[in-house]
């Protein structure tokens, strides 16, 4: 069972930028697909975007591309998302999870880091 472990939220004005870090341990990481959730105040679960096992294949909200960039270090067993260009609407808590093996959904979740975004 894979343990999932997020950082790097906090306040930041609008323009501003972030790096989330989301650390796994107790699987294969480098095998897995890998994807970035937020879920605003009120509101339900929001897909952010998705990475393959090997980095080399990305998905993105359209509100999001050209913004944010998810990555992977499977060395150090993290998953990234640099969240440039922010705006209040991405203000959330962001969850990194884990897809199941048939990529129909996620099977494991970090507890979330709050960003915020205002001025």
């Known amino acids: 069972e894979v343990q999932l472990v997020e950082s790097g939220g906090g306040w930041v004005q609008p323009g501003g930028s972030l790096r989330l870090s989301c650390a796994a341990s107790g699987s294969s990481f480098k095998n897995d697909a890998m994807g970035w959730v937020r879920q605003a105040s009120g509101k339900g679960l929001e897909w952010v975007s998705d990475?393959?096992?090997?980095?080399?294949?990305?998905s993105y909200l359209d509100s999001v591309k050209g913004r944010f960039t998810v990555s992977r270090d499977n060395a150090k067993k993290t998953l990234y998302l640099q969240m440039t260009e922010l705006k209040p609407e991405d203000t959330a808590v962001y969850y990194c999870?884990?897809?199941?093996?048939?990529?129909?959904?996620?099977?494991?979740w970090g507890q979330g880091t709050q960003v915020t975004v205002s001025s």
């Open positions: 999870a884990k897809l199941e093996d048939g990529g129909l959904g996620y099977d494991s």
């Open positions: 990475i393959n096992s090997n980095g080399r294949t990305t």
